[in-house]
């Protein structure tokens, strides 16, 4: 069964701070894994995806993500966060296959002061 | 257009109403889904429509029944609900092709609030 661990449950952080937040997973085969935002009211929104290739992927807002298989990892990192940044982050897992579930973690509530 | 949209907005119902939750996407998707996710908790599946035939079922009571009428519609019929039924149900879209990092894409949401 796939699972999905993240460290931080809240992350506060100033303006201009680096971010990074954890994400493990538990899963045999061949996985998609994602980072999702959800900011106060709106829906999720994918920031990045790894499935294959470079494990430094790339997303939007300046969000960049490793994946490193022989720990199982893919962190979620931002070198300077802003106030609008303020969101819950979801690491999620998927199997490579048609129609299955995306298996997310609980949840990092990222809060940024300005 | 990534744009998946859900009707209604918010919801307060009865645990004696009958209501429906709609999902409609035009991205040519083949993959729909519910997930329900309550208050800081993350999503959790409930049921995967595959070419419009259920394919996963999470073992959800039966006073939720989807239905799919065609490739672009997703629907939640709700029956006898329970207040701890009350959360955000998400709506959810995908290629369908099982190719490596299908992306699924997401609604607003439905808040439903049962009484």
């Known amino acids: 069964a796939q699972s999905v661990s993240q460290h931080n449950h809240h992350v506060i952080l100033s303006e201009a701070a680096s971010l990074e937040l954890g994400c493990n997973y538990s899963?045999?085969?061949?996985?998609?894994l994602f980072w999702y935002v959800q900011y106060p009211g709106q829906h999720l929104q994918l920031l990045l995806k790894y499935f294959s290739g470079d494990p430094l992927v790339k997303g939007i807002k300046g969000f960049e993500a490793e994946f490193i298989k022989s720990k199982f990892s893919f962190n979620l990192r931002k070198p300077s966060v802003q106030w609008s940044d303020t969101a819950e982050y979801f690491c999620?897992?998927?199997?490579?296959?048609?129609?299955?579930?995306?298996?997310f973690g609980k949840g990092t509530t990222l809060s940024v002061s300005s | 257009d990534t744009e998946v949209t859900q009707t209604p907005k918010h919801l307060v119902m009865g645990m004696t109403n009958k209501k429906s939750l709609k999902c409609e996407q035009h991205?040519?998707?083949?993959?729909m889904y519910w997930y329900k996710q309550k208050a800081k908790k993350p999503p959790e599946l409930m049921f995967v429509y595959s070419y419009e035939k259920l394919s996963i079922n999470e073992s959800v009571p039966s006073r939720f029944s989807p239905e799919c009428p065609n490739s672009s519609l997703l629907n939640l019929h709700l029956h006898a609900l329970q207040p701890e039924d009350s959360a955000l149900y998400l709506c959810a879209s995908s290629q369908g092709s099982g190719a490596p990092g299908e992306t699924q894409y997401f609604g607003p949401g439905t808040r439903l609030l049962v009484l």
């Open positions: 899963y045999g085969g061949t996985v998609n």
């Open positions: 999620a897992v998927m199997a490579n296959q048609a129609g299955t579930a995306l298996i």
């Open positions: 991205m040519g998707h083949r993959a």
